[in-house]
């Protein structure tokens, strides 16, 4: 294996991972709400009327900041080496792990080892585990 020098981008990685800590721990202190995304538009299915407008503004946020960057930055090359057909089961299976599992890689990776859960460490080396099984499998067994 070998890294990709040209597209190898650590300081970026690092600001956005200094961003997304931010605005969890932000999050946290000013609503007392967990910085989850999965639970943010899961708290939409069955919505409260005090709850639905900062979660649309939450998720609206969350469409609209790529389009922002894409007008600040330009545009960059998008590559997505799979039918659509694939993505769209991806992005199914996603979700319905993120149900079973009581929330998605954000809440339980950022927000939740944060506060030192035990149910984020277990979903944390369940779901990192899974990751790398797949990738050898599927680039070392498979290939």
């Known amino acids: 294996m070998q890294i990709d020098w040209d597209h190898f981008t650590p300081w970026a990685a690092l600001a956005g991972g200094i961003v997304l800590g931010l605005a969890a721990a932000a999050f946290v202190l000013l609503h007392g709400r967990i910085l989850g995304i999965s639970g943010i538009l899961g708290g939409l299915l069955r919505p409260r009327s005090e709850d639905v407008a900062w979660r649309v503004a939450f998720l609206l946020g969350m469409l609209a900041s790529p389009l922002l960057y894409r007008l600040a930055a330009g545009a960059s090359e998008v590559r997505i080496d799979a039918s659509w ?46 990751g790398f099984a797949i990738v050898y499998l599927v680039r070392h067994v498979l290939a």
Do not use: D, N, Q
């Open 85 to 130: 057909g694939l993505v769209a089961l991806a992005g199914l299976l996603v979700g319905v792990g993120t149900r079973y599992g009581s929330g998605c890689t954000s809440g339980h990776g950022v927000c939740g080892l944060s506060r030192l859960s035990p149910r984020s460490l277990v979903a944390t080396l369940a779901f990192m585990s899974a």
